[in-house]
Nanobody, 130 residues
């Protein structure tokens, strides 16, 4: 099982990046793929998730309207299109695979994660700075 994340880099505020997560070694359609990020000194944050069986997707409030998650089943790849990037988006971004559905429950302005990912990819650094 492997999740290969790529696409990070240095970008100016207001700029865009697209992250990719290529999956192998498991049945892609039976898993949800999520993106998490962790900034120095901060807790890991789940920001986006997509369920590959039905295409249902969700985004944390911190990125909704700026980030879009999508999936290309023909390539076993999930993308995270990030627009209007802010310095606060600087973090290491990780993709992860969860069986069936994301298991994210939205309540009181945040998502609660009802299960942990089975597989993690390596991180890719995103730095937003002028």
């Amino acid at each position: 099982v492997q999740l290969q994340a790529s696409g990070g880099g240095l970008v100016q505020p207001g700029g865009s990046l697209t992250l990719s997560c290529v999956a192998s070694g498991f049945t892609f359609d039976r898993y949800a793929i999520a993106w998490f990020r962790q900034a120095p000194g901060k807790e890991r944050e789940g920001i986006s998730c997509i369920e590959n069986d039905d295409g249902n997707s969700m985004h944390a409030d911190s990125v909704r309207g700026r980030f879009t998650i999508s999936s290309d089943k023909s390539k076993n790849t999930v993308f995270l299109q990030m627009n209007n990037l802010e310095p606060e988006d600087t973090a290491v971004y990780y993709c992860a695979a969860l069986p069936d559905q994301c298991g994210w429950v939205y309540y009181g302005g945040k998502f609660y994660h009802t299960k942990s990912p089975e597989h993690w990819g390596q991180g890719t650094q995103v730095t937003v700075s002028s």
